[in-house]
């Protein structure tokens, strides 16, 4: 990672769970890391926990809602003057609301894509543009996927979630075919957990948190760490060496 040191990761959704297990470390490791969410109060706590820590990297909270275009604008601006640009983007933000095909929300589903899809494609598409006009042809893009990006599974209540994922799947082959046809050095990858037991799920299911409970209860569980080494893994490999979909479970999960 020494090659990091100082450069720019742009994190989304770095106030808790994976966002903010990933964004930890990459300031351990000396970067310079923009973390961005709705409440930034929980990127602040954990950025003075760094400083104490003392990492050599710093970590820079910005409130943006990725459901909205000019906050995503304006926060790439803001990187631009106060950091030059984005070096890395870590597409970490998601949410699934359990809206089933037959009888869910329609506003779930817009949210979902909203956040899920259209964000995250506005994300990358910053990021490149930022590392560009910089001629950074070494940066990387990576997409937090998940495992039903892959398969549909047997739960009607995730399956729009799933149908998002998919996307997330297909947009991360496309950007790293376009950056191939731009002659880009620029990596693309998508990362895809199982079950992680972060504040997910109970957000997902805030009215019924047992039904949460027996879910992590199942199993041992990835945690926020584990995926932020895989992170780091994925930014250690060799310049000659595209990291294109990275499935990570747990040993005894039946997905």
Same mark, same amino acid.
């Given at each position: 990672? =020494?090659?990091?040191?100082? #450069?720019?990761?742009? *994190?989304?959704?770095?106030?808790?769970?994976?966002? @903010?297990?990933?964004?930890?470390?990459?300031?351990?490791?000396?970067?310079?890391?923009?973390? /961005?969410? #709705?409440?930034? =109060?929980?990127?602040?706590?954990? @950025?003075?926990? /760094?400083?104490?820590?003392?990492?050599?990297?710093? !970590? *820079?909270?910005?409130? /943006?809602?990725?459901?909205?275009?000019?906050?995503?604008?304006?926060?790439?601006?803001?990187?631009?003057?106060?950091?030059?640009? *984005?070096?890395?983007?870590?597409? $970490?933000?998601?949410? /699934?609301? +359990?809206? %089933?095909?037959?009888?869910?929300?329609?506003?779930?589903?817009? $949210?979902? !894509?909203?956040?899920?899809?259209?964000?995250?494609?506005?994300?990358? #598409? &910053?990021?490149?543009?930022?590392?560009?006009?910089? $001629? *950074?042809?070494?940066?990387?893009?990576? $997409?937090?996927?998940?495992?039903?990006?892959?398969?549909? +599974?047997?739960?009607?209540?995730?399956?729009?979630?799933?149908?998002?994922?998919? @996307?997330?799947?297909?947009?991360?082959?496309?950007? #790293?075919?376009?950056?191939? &046809?731009?002659?880009?050095?620029?990596?693309?990858?998508?990362?895809?957990?199982?079950?992680?037991?972060?504040?997910?799920?109970?957000?997902?299911?805030?009215?019924? +948190?047992?039904?949460?409970?027996?879910?992590?209860?199942?199993?041992?569980?990835?945690?926020?760490? =584990?995926?932020?080494?895989?992170?780091?893994?994925?930014?250690?490999?060799? %310049?000659?060496?595209?990291?294109?979909?990275?499935?990570?479970?747990?040993?005894?999960? %039946?997905?």
């Amino acid at each position: 990672m =020494d090659r990091w040191k100082s #450069r720019v990761a742009l *994190v989304t959704g770095a106030s808790v769970g994976i966002g @903010a297990a990933v964004a930890k470390e990459l300031v351990r490791c000396g970067m310079t890391v923009v973390g /961005c969410a #709705r409440n930034v =109060d929980q990127i602040k706590e954990l @950025a003075a926990e /760094c400083k104490n820590a003392g990492h050599s990297g710093v !970590l *820079v909270p910005i409130k /943006c809602d990725l459901t909205k275009e000019e906050d995503i604008l304006s926060m790439f601006a803001t990187v631009k003057v106060q950091h030059k640009g *984005v070096d890395v983007c870590i597409n $970490n933000a998601g949410l /699934c609301h +359990p809206e %089933p095909l037959l009888s869910g929300k329609t506003s779930g589903w817009r $949210n979902m !894509l909203d956040v899920n899809v259209v964000g995250l494609s506005i994300c990358t #598409r &910053e990021a490149y543009q930022s590392m560009k006009e910089r $001629n *950074v042809d070494d940066g990387h893009i990576i $997409n937090l996927n998940s495992v039903v990006g892959h398969f549909v +599974p047997p739960v009607s209540d995730g399956h729009f979630y799933a149908g998002t994922k998919f @996307a997330v799947t297909t947009l991360t082959e496309g950007l #790293r075919q376009e950056l191939r &046809e731009a002659k880009s050095h620029i990596r693309a990858t998508s990362i895809s957990p199982g079950v992680v037991e972060t504040e997910f799920g109970y957000r997902v299911y805030s009215q019924e +948190p047992e039904k949460v409970k027996m879910l992590y209860s199942q199993h041992k569980n990835l945690s926020g760490g =584990d995926i932020a080494e895989a992170v780091l893994y994925i930014l250690s490999a060799p %310049p000659n060496v595209q990291i294109g979909e990275l499935k990570i479970t747990p040993v005894e999960s %039946p997905f």
